[in-house]
C-alpha cells in the first residue's frame, strides 16, 4: 500500500502518475451502466503490492462483481481504464487484459459437468494441439501433474460433476493459474464453500501468495477478511468508500461501518422495515446500535468470540424441558452469549409444537444422506437450528417437512397434524412455510412478473388471498394490489410489480421471497440458508424477519452452514450427522464444540 | 400481460412479417415472377376475390380452435406436438356418431353429441402420451408424435376398412358421408354457428388462463416447475390437464372439419394442419387473441395458395415457404433493442426463440432455465403416496 491507511472518502487517496508505474492491478475512472443502471461510477482503485491478498467488500449491488469482471475484461465499461503492471488497458478487451495475467474465477462455477477434469482444464488452454487431436493418458498426466503443483487433491480422470464444491473450485483456480496469469480475480469464492473448507482455501491462496501470485478477492464476511486479506477496499453504491487500505491500519468496526453506513438510507430502510413493515422487533430509538450489534454477530466479536467455558451445555437430543426465552424480548443477539433466563414450561404450553420429526426414515440418494430415525421438534414461537456439514441429511429433512420427498418410516407433524399424506398445499395452509437455500429454482420464478412471484402460494395452496381468489376464480386485479402491498410491506425496490423477477438483485429477490413466506398464518417457518450470499443490510432483514415470526408465535426450523446465523437466532441448535440427530446445543454456543460435534459427535467420540 | 407487454409482441410479429414479405418478395422476382403481381393475386385468392374471404375464414376455423388448446399446452411447458393426431381422432369418432346415432334424434342433437364426443376422444388422444410424460418421464414431442402416427393409420383404416364409402371405387379410400342434416356448414366451410364456436372457445380458455387458479398455476408450472411445486402446485394434475385442454380442441377442430367442410374421411386428408397449428400458436405469442388473428393470417395463405395456381401458375407450394419464413422470423425473437441487455445476463441467456411468452421455448422445459422434469416426477408415485 502507498501511503497509510486512509478512510473515508473526504480524504480518499487519489492517484498519482507515480501510484501507476507501481501499480499490480488497478482501475482509472471506471463507469459502467447497464440500461439505466449505473453499476460503477468513477471508480479508481490501486493496487501496489504484488504476492498479496486484496480484498474487496460491500453491500449486494455496490458493485463487486461488476468491479472484478470489468478488471478481468468480462464486461465492458462504459468509460475508463484497466492499468495490469503499470500497463492501461481499455476496459472490456478480454484478449488483451487476459494476456496481461489477469484471470477471474467466477462466483458460480462455469464448468462442463459431463467433462472429467482433465478434458475441462484442457477445454481453457489458449494453445491447442496440433490438428485438435489429443492423448487422453497424456493430458491426464499433464494435469494430474499441475494440480499437485498446486496443491490441489484432485484426481483428474474424476467427472467435473462428481466433484465438491471445494474441488471444483480448486480446478477453476488451477485453470487460471496454468494460464500463467499472475493475478486472479476470485468474485466470493467462499459462498459457494462449506464452512469446513473455507480454512483449506485460505491456506492455499497463502502458499499461492509465497510464489508471487496477487490476489483480488471479493468476500462479504469481515471474519474471512481479517483471516485472509492484506488489504481491504470498500465499494458503495458504485463507488469506492475506502481505498486499498492495509488490514492492519483498520478495524473490523471501522469497515463495517463504512459498508454500513455511507449507505446510511440502506440501513435505515432495513432498520425501518423491522420498526414498520414487520412491526418492531426493537423498540430501542438509537437504530444504529442494531446495526452495530448485527454487524459485531456476522463477524463474531459479538458473541461467539465471548470467552465460554469450554464444554458448553450439550447433551444427547432429548425433549427439552425447559425453553429458552430472551430472544424474543429483544432483538439483539448479543444476548444469546451473555447467558440466558430459562423458564419452565406449563404443561398447557409444552403441548403446543409446531413440528414434531418422530423417527423419520428416507432412502439415501447420490451421496448425500437420507435420514436415519431423525427426531427434532419446535415449540410455537421456538427457532431451532439444524448444523452439520453439508449432506448430512439436511436436505432430506427440509424436503420431507416441506412435503417434496416421501418418508418411509416414522411421522411429521405440523401444528400438531399428522401430514403423512398432505400434499404441500395443504401443509402451506396449516401454515408451513419455505425459505429455500436454492432460490433461482425453488424460491423464485424468475420470468415471472414480481407480483406473481410474491402471491404464487397463497393463490396455489388457497390461503390468504380473501377477496381475490374465490373457489378457484381469480381476480388478476386484486391479486396484483395484494401482490404489490407485499412488496412494498417488505420494501422490495422495484419499477413496476409487473417486472420480471430475474431483474432484481440477490438481496431484493429474497426481500420478495419474505414477502411470500413470512405471514400472520405462518405456524412453521422452514429456513434454508436464508441469508447465505447476502450483505450486512440483507442479512439483518432476514434476522429481523425470522425473530419477529418467532415472537409472533411461529416456529422456525433454521437450516444453516453459517455458524454465526445458528447463534444469533436459535433457540437451541440440533446437529445432524449421517442422518441423524445426534446433539442438541443450548446458548450460550461455543464454536469449537459445535463445530467437533459436526464433525464426530462429541459424546461419542 | 400488461397492454404494452402485448403491443410491444405484435410491432415485434408485424416488423417479422415485413421483413417476411420483402424476402419472399425477392425470391419471387428472382424466380422470374413479378413481385407485385404475385402478391396482387395473394390478395385475390385470400380477401377480395370472390369467395376468397370465405375460404380465408373457413381454412382458419380448425387452425383457431387446435391454436388455441396449443397455446395451453406451450404455456404449461409442454411441447404436445401431437395436434395432428388429436384432429383425425375427433374427425373419426365425430364420423363415426354421425353414422350410428339414429336420425330420429334429429340433427343438431346428432352434430352437438358428435361434435363433444369428437373434442373428448381428442382429450384422450392427448391425455395419453400425456400420462406417459407425466408418469413415466416419456419426452412429450415423441409421445405425442407417435400417437400422431397411430392416427393417421387409423383414419386409412377406417377410410379402407368399416367405414369405407360402398360408392366408391377399388382405389378411392374414402368413407361414407356424414348426412346432410348433420353437417354443421355448408360445403363452403363456413357458418356463423362454428364463428361463433370458435370465438366462444376462445374466450373460455382466454377466462381459464387469466381468471382462474388453473390458469395461474399453469404460468407458474410452465417458467419453473420445481418452485410451482414448492408453492403447492399439484404440477402433476395441472400437466395433464394442459394436454387434455389441448387435445380437446384439437379434438373439436377434427370434428368440425368432418361434419362441416369435408364431410367425410379422405385418407390422408389435410396432413400439415396439426404442425401448422403449432406456427400459428406460436406466431400469435401464446395469447388466445393472437391464435385468433395468426390463425386467419396463416388461413388467407392457404386460400391464396389453391389461387396461385390457377391465376398466376405459381404452385402453391410456394406459399408454404412463406409461412415458413414469417414462422422463423416471428419466433426468432427480433428483439434488436436488447442486445446490451442480454450481453448484461451472461450465461443467462438461454433461447429466447419460439415465443415471448416465457423467456424461452417450451422445447426447452422450465422457462427460468430449470429442468422440465419436477423433483418428483421422475420418480413416479412420490408426492401424495407416503409411506
Known sequence: MSGAARVGVDDAHRPTTRDIESTVLGCSDLR???????????????????????????????????????????????????????????????????????????????????????????????????????????????????????????????????????????????????????????????????????????????????????????????????????????????????????????????????????????????????????????????????????????????????????????????????????????????????????????????????????????????????????????????????????????????????????????????????????????????????????????????????????MAAQVSSGYGTSGAVRRGYLSERKLRRKGEDRLRQWQVRYSSRDQAMRELSGGNLQRVVLAREVDDNASLIVAEQPTQGLDLGGTELVWAALRRAASAGAGILLVSSDLDELFALSDRIVVALDGEAVEELYPPYDREVLGRAMVAGVTSS | MNWHHGVSSAGRVLVALVIALVLVSIAFQTGGYSATGTWSAVLTGAVTGPGSLEATLRYALPLAFIAIGVTVSFRGGFFNAGAQGQFYAGGIVALYLSLVLPASMGGTLVAFVALIAGALAGALWSIIPGILRIFFNVDEVIGTLMFSFIAIYLVTYVSTGPLKSPTAGGQVAVTRSVPAAVRVTPSSGLSVGMVVAVLLVGIVVWWLLHRTRFGFEIGLVGRNPIMAEVQGVEIRRIGLATFAVTGFTAGLAGAVEVLGPVGNILSGYDPNIGLTAILVALVGVLAVSGALVAAVLFGGLTAASLYLPLAIGLPSTSLVFMTGLISMLVTARLGWGKWPQRARQGGDRRSKALHDWGESTPLQAGNDGTKLEPVTLDRPGSVGSHA
Not at chain 1, 207 to 215: C, K
Not at chain 1, 228 to 247: I, Q, R
Not at chain 1, 332 to 354: C, N, Q, Y
Open chain 1, 32 to 454: 459502467v451502466e447497464f440500461g439505466s443502471v449505473v453499476a460503477l461510477d468513477s471508480v479508481s482503485l490501486r493496487w501496489a503490492d504484488r504476492g498479496k491478498i486484496h480484498a474487496v467488500v460491500g453491500q449486494n449491488g455496490a458493485g463487486k462483481t461488476t468491479l472484478c469482471r470489468v478488471i478481468a475484461g468480462m464486461t465492458r465499461a462504459t468509460q475508463g481504464t484497466v492499468e495490469v503492471d503499470g500497463v492501461s488497458y481499455p476496459a472490456g478487451d478480454t484478449q488483451r487484459v487476459r494476456r496481461a495475467g489477469v484471470e477471474l474465477v467466477h462466483q458460480t462455477f462455469a464448468l462442463p459437468p459431463h467433462f472429467t477434469v482433465a478434458e475441462a482444464l484442457q477445454l481453457f488452454q489458449p494453445a491447442q494441439a496440433r490438428g485438435g487431436l489429443y492423448r487422453k493418458r497424456k493430458i491426464e498426466q499433464l494435469w494430474a501433474g499441475r494440480l499437485e503443483e498446486f496443491g490441489f487433491h484432485v484426481l483428474p480422470t474424476s467427472w467435473v460433476r462428481d466433484l465438491s464444491p471445494e474441488q471444483r473450485q480448486a480446478v477453476e483456480i488451477t485453470r487460471a493459474l496454468s494460464s500463467g496469469s499472475r493475478i486472479i480475480v476470485l468474485d466470493e469464492p467462499t459462498a459457494v464453500l462449506p464452512p469446513e473448507a473455507i480454512a483449506g482455501l485460505f491456506d492455499r491462496l497463502r502458499e499461492l501468495v509465497m510464489h508471487g501470485i496477487t490476489f483480488l478477492v471479493v468476500m462479504h464476511k469481515l471474519r474471512q477478511v481479517r483471516a485472509v486479506a492484506d488489504t481491504v477496499a470498500v465499494l458503495a453504491g458504485g463507488h469506492v468508500v475506502l481505498h486499498p487500505t492495509s488490514m492492519a491500519a483498520i478495524t473490523d468496526e471501522e469497515i463495517a461501518r463504512l459498508i454500513m453506513d455511507v449507505q446510511s438510507s440502506e440501513s435505515v430502510t432495513s432498520a425501518s422495515a423491522v420498526a414498520m413493515g414487520l412491526g418492531a422487533g426493537v423498540d430501542d430509538p438509537g437504530q444504529v446500535h442494531v446495526d452495530v450489534a448485527s454487524v459485531d454477530a456476522l463477524h463474531g466479536t459479538g458473541k461467539a468470540d465471548v470467552p465460554v467455558p469450554p464444554g458448553a451445555t450439550i447433551s444427547q437430543a432429548s425433549a427439552l424441558p425447559a425453553t429458552v426465552e430472551g430472544l424474543e424480548t429483544d432483538g439483539h443477539t448479543g444476548d444469546v452469549a451473555h447467558g440466558t433466563t430459562i423458564k419452565r414450561l406449563e404443561p398447557s404450553e409444552r403441548r403446543h409444537f409446531a413440528l414434531q420429526v418422530e423417527e423419520v426414515s428416507t432412502p439415501s440418494s447420490e451421496g448425500r444422506h437420507g435420514l436415519q430415525a431423525f427426531s427434532v421438534t419446535v415449540r410455537v414461537g421456538e427457532t431451532v437450528g439444524i448444523a452439520g456439514v453439508e449432506g448430512n441429511g439436511q436436505q432430506a429433512l427440509v424436503d420431507t417437512v416441506v412435503g417434496l420427498l416421501p418418508y418411509r418410516s416414522g411421522r411429521i407433524l405440523l401444528s400438531e397434524v399428522d401430514v403423512g399424506n398432505l400434499r404441500i398445499s395443504a401443509r402451506r395452509r396449516i401454515g408451513l412455510r419455505y425459505i429455500p437455500a436454492d432460490r433461482q429454482s425453488r424460491a423464485v420464478s424468475l420470468s415471472n412478473s414480481l407480483w406473481v412471484n410474491a
